[in-house]
């Protein structure tokens, strides 16, 4: 099951959640029916009074066979919002989508989920406005401390030039990576921004990993292919001559 492949707490100590990309069972189902590999899941416990207790079992609401339900994770500081990632088919973009279309393998979706009274339930499915299959979508994820501002990793995205909000043309530069912005205003998600490197090449990776401070307005973000010899800051990032010597942006 691979659990503890991720984990995010609150900024209180007393939410924790725990991805299991690995876990196999069905769809709102019981966790020992294993008909489903790799669908993956999370766990959330809860701190009270010092012991914990697990409060949820979160699966993706279109879980399938090689999913990996959880290969992303990041929870808000106040600990009532949860972003998961997965590396599910789906060809469809934007907010709420069709879940149901495997036409684009391992492009990969970000879940996010809300805590109610006590109850976590799904609130969004979260798709990039143009992508397609490898892209990984939702490898890593960012929250802000009221969960309003979530940020996306997408370490295979070929598209785009350098910087930010580009046109999202084709290019040569395959998994080069990228990041995007969703913002969320009353239960309501939207696209805000799509962020590629400043020196973006093929196999950079992009969106590896990635922290955002808790008010939202700092990202730093991983590239571990980046191929730049040079050490420091702001130094020459065309200098390709140390393959995946990595690197890390900060916006």
């Given at each position: 099951d691979r659990f503890g492949s991720n984990v995010a707490l609150s900024s209180d100590g007393q939410t924790l959640a725990v991805a299991a990309p690995g876990e196999s069972s069905q769809t709102g189902g019981d966790a020992d029916n294993n008909e489903f590999p790799e669908a993956g899941a999370v766990y959330v416990f809860r701190l009270q009074s010092g012991v914990w207790s697990e409060v949820a079992f979160l699966k993706a609401?279109?879980?399938?066979?090689?999913?990996?339900?959880?290969?992303?994770?990041a929870l808000s500081g106040d600990g009532q919002t949860l972003a998961v990632g997965s590396d599910e088919d789906s060809?469809?973009?934007?907010?709420?989508?069709?879940?149901?279309?495997?036409?684009?393998?391992?492009?990969?979706?970000?879940?996010?989920?809300?805590?109610?009274n006590?109850?976590?339930?799904?609130?969004?499915?979260l798709k990039p406005s143009s992508?397609?299959?490898?892209d990984l979508f939702g490898r890593s994820l960012g929250l802000s401390f009221t969960g309003d501002r979530l940020f996306v990793g997408a370490p295979g995205q070929d598209e785009g030039g350098p910087g930010v909000d580009v046109d999202r043309v084709e290019t040569s530069f395959a998994d080069s990576g990228a990041a995007y912005v969703f913002q969320r205003q009353?239960?309501?998600?939207?696209?805000?921004?799509?962020?590629?490197a400043s020196n973006p090449g093929p196999e950079d990776r992009f969106g590896t990993s990635l922290s955002l401070s808790n008010d939202g307005e700092?990202?730093?973000?991983?590239?571990?292919?980046?191929?730049?010899?040079?050490?420091?800051?702001?130094?020459?990032?065309?200098?390709?001559?140390?393959?995946?010597?990595?690197?890390?942006?900060?916006?």
């Open positions: 609401s279109n879980a399938e066979a090689g999913d990996r339900f959880g290969a992303g994770l060809g469809s973009f934007g907010i709420d989508g069709d879940p149901s279309d495997n036409s684009a393998e391992d492009s990969g979706a970000s879940y996010v989920f809300v805590q109610e006590g109850v976590w339930m799904q609130e969004a499915y992508g397609e299959a490898g009353q239960s309501v998600w939207s696209e805000a921004n799509f962020v590629k700092v990202l730093a973000v991983g590239s571990t292919g980046e191929d730049s010899s040079v050490a420091g800051i702001d130094g020459d990032g065309n200098d390709n001559s140390s393959d995946d010597a990595g690197a890390v942006y900060v916006y």
